[in-house]
């Protein structure tokens, strides 16, 4: 019967012993978990800051150019006596490539709004998988089965990111030359 007792004892502790450490890694992974989410958000967070920067100065910058050239236009046809046909013909052409310039904005607006969307869908799904490693982390049998299971998330969180950052550098590259194509397409409009 002392023995039972025993034996009672040391399975009890042992069980004790298993869950405060399962606990202890289960604080671990979320805490872990928690940081990366945070830290991918506030990663999406500041690309979305930055193109929406982006965009602004760019069409910011276009409007001044437009401005510029429209006055420096009207300043040298009066400097050099341009009229009709000659004015309307630059006129056209400044026209023309501020046009163009507008138009490869807007795909570049658009270019980042993807990416921006790009980010945000990664750390939707990593909060998602998040709370499904959590029940099967607290379902750990074992500190070593939990440990496996922590370490596994933590790669298999890794390959999502890599995969996501894959998939952003894609897309990037593809408004890159769409945005080239844009501008490419557009006839040059040089001066004579």
Excluded: C
């Amino acid at each position: 019967m002392a023995q039972r007792q025993t034996e009672y004892g040391t399975d009890e502790t042992a069980r004790e012993t298993t869950r405060k450490v399962a606990e202890q890694a289960t604080r671990s992974a979320q805490a872990m978990s928690d940081a990366a989410e945070r830290s991918v958000r506030s990663g999406a967070e500041t690309a979305q800051r930055n193109s929406e920067r982006i965009m602004n100065s760019w069409r910011s910058g276009t409007d001044t150019a437009n401005q510029i050239a429209e006055r420096s236009l009207d300043k040298l046809t009066q400097l050099f006596g341009l009229t009709g046909e000659t004015a309307r013909e630059a006129m056209q052409r400044s026209t023309g490539n501020v046009q163009a310039m507008m138009e490869t904005s807007t795909i570049i607006a658009d270019g980042l709004n993807e990416l921006s969307g790009e980010w945000m869908n990664f750390i939707q799904q990593q909060a998602e998988h998040n709370l499904e490693h959590f029940d099967r982390l607290i379902a750990s049998r074992s500190v070593q089965e939990l440990m496996a299971y922590q370490t596994h998330v933590a790669r298999q969180q890794f390959e999502a990111f890599l995969q996501s950052v894959r998939r952003t550098s894609e897309r990037s590259t593809q408004l890159a030359d769409r945005a080239v194509r844009k501008m490419s397409e557009t006839t040059p409009l040089a001066p004579r």
